[in-house]
């Protein structure tokens, strides 16, 4: 003859031993999670070091006339290096031609595009990038110069600034790699070339149904267990 109170507390600790099973399986998870995505932090904080470094030698020069459709690569390089040799000479005199390293068009050939595509400018050293940048007001328009900056840095920049503009301080917003955050808490990050808006009120409610719903299982699954192990009484 079985015992109620005995049923009874053997059900409890065996919903307590699955209640614990699943949160050691997802302590696990998020642990492996957690090195994953560690591992790949630190690898995108190699990256974007190692990008920051390499743009420390670069800038864009904008408004600097093409070549016509078909000129030689050769002539075009030669006209361009020219063109930007005056357009910095003329933001120092003294500027040496033998620390220009390269420069090249940055996006592709449309041929009835009335606006010339932006020069991309390697320099030998990151001092002189500084210089220029310093005196970018003194260009004669419509040739402007700015810093070379990554599409996903002018993403997160240009949402800063929005938020800016919205009311809140600029000290609450923060931008970390190729993600942007406010007050502290996740609200964008840049993936696959598009900024991409983190809700985490939804992610919160989502985690919380697929809790409940593992719940409504596990109370199933003991209530089965317990239709067909549970020996009742017998009648005397």
Known sequence: MGDPFLSKL?????????VMLIYIKQIAIVTSLRDILSGIHQDLAVIIESNKEKNRFQLVLKGIKECKHGTD????EKIEMEAVTSDLRTLDHSFDTSSL???RRLGEYIKDNKRPR???VRL???????NFLSKQHSLVLPVTIQPYMTKAERLLLKEKKALKQSGISGHDIKIQGFSLFVKGKLRARVT????VYVNTDSKARAYGWVFIRKMRSLCRCLSRWRRNNVVHPSPH
């Open 10 to 18: 053997l059900i409890a600790l065996l919903l307590v031993m699955m």
């Open 73 to 76: 690569w050769r002539e075009r």
């Open 118 to 120: 932006p020069l991309l």
């Open 192 to 195: 696959n070339s598009a900024l």
């Open 101 to 103: 390293i390269e420069c």
């Open 124 to 130: 030998l050293r990151p001092i002189d990038v500084n």
